[in-house]
């Protein structure tokens, strides 16, 4: 497999070009407004209001199950972090949140453990600080392609005692990103090879781009056993590379691309009615509220995911980021009791008006 890492002049390995990466991804995530100009289209839906409920605001149950797993509320930890850096803290602290709230959370890219098996700590805190709650691994697709294979996957889940993997998608960001990997040739073929040589699921998802619902479709037949669409309308991979970019071409590039992908709520409407019933989905990327959370799930989807707005509270304490992800699942509770859905299975059952689609 290529190394990636660099010596200083004593000679020790020095922060590797991926592990500098994930610092600055994290750094310009808190210092920048990287978020897309286009709406995640969420905003053009509209529960009817229910004035007569007819029940208790504390009737409303978040409680759900996702891939067979009983969890607190219909809510990812999204994949963000792992590596040098401030990544053990923050994971650290979102592991707590998600032990204390009951709810799943994934890890960051994975790749760099194979090359500084010295940060791995930064990885395993989650499964550590989260005993009880799924706790997903994550990788790039694309480095099937660059010599990960199925015993790097099935390496990573270990290393977290993880329920599952996402492999994410993001032919946009290795575009910008300066050495980035853009050989996406064969992918599906060797993501079906994984499925089927793993005894654990294997999720994909995008990064904020969107999935298209032929892709969806195509990823189901292979057995990916739940899809995250991650949809335009949040975080920006293309203004964030274009931030670290030295190149100007690189910076411009990114500057071009930096609304590109399906609207978050197009990509997960199309997804949910392109696969089967029950299939598992997940809404993420551009997620900013509990009432998007709610309009996400009456939109077909089982769970919604948050990033960037976890990435400050979770450099600060676990008590933010608990704060942040409370407040989120009272909005949820409201839109609910206001729609007159006592549970996830009847908000996805609840009708929405508007919408552009
Ligand atoms: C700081 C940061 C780091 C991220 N790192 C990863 C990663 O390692 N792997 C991955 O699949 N997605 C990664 N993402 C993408 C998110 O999981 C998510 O798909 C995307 O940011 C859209 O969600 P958002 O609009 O809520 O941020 C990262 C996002 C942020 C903000």
Partial sequence: ???????????????????????????????????MKIPSGYEQYSFIHQA??????????????FLGKKIGAPLLISSMTGG?????????????AAQALRLPMA???????????????????????????????NMGAVQLNYGITVKHIKEAVAFIDGDGLFFHLNPLQEVI???????????????????????????VKEVGCGIAPQLAMELERRGVRAIDISGAGGTSWASI??????????RRLGEVFSNWGIPSALSLKLCR?????????????????????????????????????????????????IDFLTQIM????????????????????????GGPF
């Avoid at 900013?288 to 979770?314: H, N, Q, S, W, Y």
């Fill in 330 to 353: 009272d909005e949820i509770r409201v839109a609910m009791f206001l729609a007159g859905a006592r549970t996830i299975d009847q908000l996805k059952n609840t009708p929405l008006i």
């Fill in 241 to 250: 590379e274009a931030l670290r970019a030295t190149d100007p071409r690189k």
């Fill in 107 to 137: 890890v960051g890219s994975q790749r760099v453990i194979f090359e500084h098996p010295e940060v791995l700590p930064s990885f395993k805190v989650a499964r550590d600080a989260a005993p009880d709650v799924p706790i997903f691994g």
């Fill in 273 to 321: 009615e392109a696969l089967p019933k029950g299939y598992p989905l997940i809404a993420s990327g551009g997620i900013r509220t509990g009432l998007d959370v709610a309009k996400a799930i009456a939109l077909g989807a089982d769970m919604a995911a948050f990033a960037m707005p976890l990435l400050e509270p979770a450099t600060k304490s676990t008590q933010a980021v």
């Fill in 52 to 65: 007569l409920p007819e029940m208790a605001l504390e009737d409303v149950s978040l409680e759900t199950t």
């Fill in 1 to 35: 497999m290529r190394r990636l890492a660099v010596y200083d002049k004593k000679g020790h390995v020095a922060m590797s070009e991926i592990t500098n990466r994930k610092r600055d991804h994290i750094e310009i995530g808190l210092k920048h407004d990287v978020s």
């Fill in 177 to 203: 990103q300066t050495g980035g990997d853009t050989n996406f040739r064969g992918l599906l073929d060797q993501i079906e090879e994984v499925t089927q040589n793993v005894d654990f699921p294997i999720l």
């Fill in 84 to 96: 040098g850096g401030q990544a053990e803290t923050i994971n650290r602290h979102l592991g707590e």
